[in-house]
Nanobody, 118 residues
Framework: VQLQASGGGSVQAGGSLTLSCAAS????????MGWFRQAPGKERDFVAT????????GYADSVKGRFTISRDNAKNTVHLQMNNLKPEDTAVYYC????????????WGRGTQVTVSS
């Protein structure tokens, strides 16, 4: 599984960014895909996921109502629309994928930096 993330950058608080993750190497119908993030000095934390088969969504409480995850089936791509960004959203964001039946085997993309200034 190869995951290619794009779309990071720098914005002011209240701004928006969209991250994208293009997946290849497998048929992803039985996969969960999403995003984690890691701020300096902190652990990597869950942000949002989407189940490829059902479209079921999951969000961390800290981003509910501000972030939206979606998928493009034709392009095997997952998007993370981030609105009303806050300085505490500053982190390296990682695209991730795993089979629904093998949650302990995760595939990671290279991180993309998101910086939100106050």
């Amino acid at each position: 599984v190869q995951l290619q993330a794009s779309g990071g950058g720098s914005v002011q608080a209240g701004g928006s960014l969209t991250l994208s993750c293009a997946a290849s190497g497998r048929t992803f119908s039985s996969y969960v895909m999403g995003w984690f993030r890691q701020a300096p000095g902190k652990e990597r934390d869950f942000v949002a996921t989407i189940r490829w088969s059902s479209g079921g969504l999951g969000y961390a409480d800290s981003v509910k109502g501000r972030f939206t995850i979606s998928r493009d089936n034709a392009k095997n791509t997952v998007h993370l629309q981030m609105n009303n960004l806050k300085p505490e959203d500053t982190a390296v964001y990682y695209c991730v994928a795993w089979r629904e039946v093998a949650v302990n085997t995760k595939y990671w993309g290279r991180g993309t930096q998101v910086t939100v200034s106050s």
